[in-house]
């Protein structure tokens, strides 16, 4: 299995073009749920992700609703500054789903209510709202692997 990263509603394509750089480096699977704020053949995404895409496996969802019903048994894992579990304190396990909301407004709180078990933070200082996209699901990622011992990586 893998690792599964799903960008919900991403508005920069900059920073899906770096996290799917991300998931090549890693082997995680990237998931976008629609609305995009950019159309899939922008160059900046393409530009982002340099010539990695070819080593992506980049999955569209039209809803997160239909995300979660396309895996029924996976657990998914929501990032928000409005959690209050540190992103190191979650048992992250094979197969998980690392949810990202949009850069404007992050996960719906329908969303975040539905996964207050398994929602994370990233500590920050109080002189930002927040970090940035791609940096946050980098951050979340690497940690994950790091707990499941950097599997397949050299």
């Known amino acids: 299995m893998a690792l599964h990263i799903a960008l919900v509603e991403p508005e920069i394509p900059a920073n899906t073009g770096n996290i ?3 998931c090549a480096a890693t082997g ?3 998931h976008l749920v629609r609305p995009l704020g950019f159309q899939t053949d922008d160059r900046t995404l393409k530009r982002a992700g ?3 895409w070819h080593a992506v496996d ?3 969802h039209d809803s997160f609703r239909e995300l979660k019903e396309a895996y029924p048994d996976q657990r ?3 990032a928000s500054t409005r959690a209050t579990k540190c992103h190191t304190d979650m048992q992250y396990r094979d197969g998980d789903f690392l949810v990202f909301g949009k850069e404007t407004a992050g996960l719906s709180t329908d969303i975040l209510s539905e996964h207050e078990a398994t929602s994370i933070r990233i500590p920050i200082g109080e002189a930002v709202r927040s ?3 791609s940096n946050s699901a980098a951050i979340v990622t690497y940690e994950a692997l790091r ?3 950097f599997p ?3």
């Open 20 to 22: 799917a750089r991300t």
């Open 147 to 149: 707990q499941l011992g």
């Open 50 to 52: 340099l010539d990695y």
């Open 58 to 60: 980049v999955r569209y």
């Open 152 to 154: 397949n990586l050299r």
């Open 131 to 133: 970090l940035n996209l």
């Open 28 to 30: 995680s699977v990237l």
């Open 76 to 78: 998914f894992i929501c």
